[in-house]
């Protein structure tokens, strides 16, 4: 099977996503399959970053994709090859699955509820491209594809309800973890030091995360990693009141092995994100057996049980993170039971676990594969994951 995977991403090993596609190309080939992976700087030319969603694709589909037996395309990627899919692949013979990493619609949804929360706006041309363009852009070229994949239940029931895939075309597939990031750890008699992981957006409960810590600086002393920010120091900084700057520590980029000393130096994870795909920090600081306090966005609906393997508590709710985390504090005991629960639950998506479920349903639907010239599919071959 000879199959080519097309992200908008960087070619990045520090990015989520090019690190889990990565993870699906050398499972194939690990199998005996031809896999290739094109990302956004294969793709790019002269045009800027913030076109993508409309350059991109036609700069992909002029590649020779019909010598492939699948092309996965990452998001939009794949809306200009259905286009001209009559004249670039008139039998119907490549099999094309929309993969998304986290749904751009839920996403901006996110961002405007959080933007107005605040009494901003999103850009005129912002609202254009990603609140109007994007999305039929997306629409059709799922309704265009044989198999859609994506992460959670949440994008499972969006793509059903909004009526861009029939139930039996969608698969959930989810992230998996690496071996490194499983750690023992030893109860932690009191809480020292806060981590949170990603990058330094609105929608990733920045803002409620700077409250929330501004609060509890003032009553215990508590120390906030942030890392992987992308956002310089002085910039992330900056949205901290200066009395609890000295207590910030912020590393804008790390790699693995640095990601993971972090873990093991935090005592408690605050992941306060508004919109979520599947979250790799949430999974890897269950892995590492951190106790978890989080949002129920993303996959985080279908991890986390609140009480049992973390803390969830309310997106957009700055004083109920603030409280829940005061809770935990004096709580050891309660600490180390939701640490070991989180990390029994992150041994199901252990990576070798996650890359076998992926080629099963990439074999799956090459098999029930719609015959040519776009014959409705079988019935009752649909596996969720």
Not at 41 to 47: A, H, T
Not at 151 to 164: I, M
Not at 165 to 179: D, K, M, W
Request: glycine share 6%; with cysteine; aromatic share 8%.
């Amino acid at each position: 099977m000879r199959v080519l995977f097309a992200i908008h991403s960087p070619a990045d090993e520090r990015t989520a996503v090019y690190r889990a596609v990565q993870h699906r190309v050398e499972a194939l080939r690990e199998r005996g399959h031809q896999a290739d992976l094109l990302a956004a700087g294969d793709l790019r030319g002269r045009g800027p970053a913030r076109l993508d969603p409309l350059l991109l694709a036609p700069a992909l589909s002029r590649r020779r994709l019909a010598r492939y037996d699948a092309v996965v395309f990452h998001s939009h990627l794949g809306w200009a090859f259905h286009a001209a899919r009559p004249w670039l692949d008139p039998d119907r013979r490549v099999v094309t699955i929309t993969s998304f990493h986290g749904l751009e619609p839920i996403y901006y949804a996110a961002l405007a509820r959080e933007r107005a929360r605040y009494g901003e706006q999103l850009s005129a041309r912002f609202r254009l491209l990603h609140g109007h363009v994007v999305p039929r852009l997306l629409r059709f070229s799922c309704r265009q594809s044989d198999a859609v994949f994506c992460l959670n239940s949440n994008e499972a029931h969006y793509l059903t309800a909004n009526g861009w895939a029939a139930p039996e075309r969608i698969y959930r597939l989810t992230n998996g973890v690496e071996s490194e990031c499983f750690m023992d750890r030893a109860p932690a008699a009191r809480v020292r030091r806060l981590l949170f992981v990603g990058q330094w957006l609105p929608a990733k409960g920045t803002r409620d995360l700077v409250e929330a810590f501004t609060s509890l600086a003032g009553r215990a002393d508590l120390e906030l990693a942030c890392v992987g920010t992308g956002a310089p120091e002085a910039q992330v900084l900056a949205d901290f009141p200066e009395a609890v700057r000295g207590r910030i520590r912020i590393r804008p980029r790390v790699d693995r092995s640095a990601l993971h000393a972090e873990l093991a130096h935090a005592d408690l994870f605050v992941f306060p994100s508004l919109s979520e795909g599947f979250s790799n920090a949430l999974l890897e600081a269950m892995a590492a057996g951190l106790p978890v306090v989080a949002t129920p966005v993303g996959a985080a609906v279908d991890l986390l049980r609140d009480g049992v393997n973390a803390a969830v508590v309310p997106a957009a709710d700055a004083p109920a993170l603030t409280a829940r985390i005061e809770s935990l504090l004096p709580h050891a005991d309660v600490r180390e039971a939701l640490g070991r629960a989180a990390q029994a639950t992150a041994r199901e998506y252990e990576m070798h676990r996650v890359d076998e479920h992926f080629v099963d349903r990439m074999m799956h639907v090459m098999e029930w594969r719609p015959a040519a010239h776009g014959a409705t599919w079988r019935e009752g071959r649909h596996v969720e994951g």
